[in-house]
């Protein structure tokens, strides 16, 4: 049986997992959230007492730090560290940019490599990141880079805050995915990039469902009888 995988990166608050979700409810794939690995590694560090900007100590940690990943059925991906289930923790700010800092770190992006890579072998898969194009699954199907203007972004991650009850202002929001943007895409290793091969797509001026729709023509269209 052959597996088909699609590749959807893109900056922070470009509507990846919105996108990957609702493709993956359409096509009855498998979706998974790469971030939330590196959010869960992040919450970890934090959670010890070590910054996940500081190199030696999460390499001392690093083997400490065992993920599985579950999708028990109620629409998430249940994230479990250690025996215990941190899928709403991992949700903050802080660990937003603490997720962006571990994920700079040569041995981190290494440990996850195969976690992500196993999901692929044994299911279609939609997979959202940085780097899945690039990096993972360089021989994906299908490659989306999705993005949208930084403004677009912040007005977007906002509402999803203010949702949540997190206080944060519009000018913090737009400072904090400046930043991410500016690190996710000038790290040494594995940087957010478009692939060769990937369809760049900008959502700034297209709503929900018209984004939804034109994915999903691109993605028809490249897997074929696949799907
Ligand atoms: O998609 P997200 O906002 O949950 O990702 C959090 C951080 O994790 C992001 O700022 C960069 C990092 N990341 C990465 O380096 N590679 C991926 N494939 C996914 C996320």
Do not use: W
């Amino acid at each position: 049986m052959r597996y088909y995988s699609i590749a959807i990166d893109g900056p922070s608050g470009a509507g990846k997992s919105t996108m990957a979700k609702a493709i993956s409810a359409e096509l009855g794939c498998v979706y998974l959230d790469t971030g939330a690995i590196y959010r869960t590694v992040a919450y970890h560090m934090i959670l010890m007492g070590i910054s996940p900007k500081d190199r030696d100590g999460v390499n001392r940690l690093i083997d400490d730090v065992n993920i599985k990943i579950e999708f028990p059925g109620d629409g998430r991906q249940h994230m479990i560290l250690n025996g215990y289930d941190v899928t709403d923790e991992i949700r903050t700010s802080q660990i937003s940019q603490g997720a962006s800092q571990v994920s700079a770190h040569p041995v981190v992006r290494d440990v996850l490599l195969d976690l992500q890579r196993d999901m692929a072998k044994s299911n279609n898969v939609i997979m959202d990141g940085r780097d899945i194009g690039t990096v993972v699954l360089p021989d994906a199907d299908v490659k989306i880079f999705l993005t949208a203007s930084a403004r677009e972004r912040a007005k977007r991650r906002l509402k999803e805050l203010e949702e949540k009850g997190e206080k944060i202002t519009f000018q913090q929001v737009l400072a904090d995915i400046e930043e991410r943007d500016e690190r996710d895409s000038t790290r040494a290793i594995a940087p957010l990039r478009c692939a060769p091969d990937a369809i760049r797509v900008d959502t700034s001026k297209l709503n929900l469902q018209q984004s939804i729709d034109h994915l999903l023509s691109i993605i028809r269209e490249k897997l074929g009888d696949l799907v």
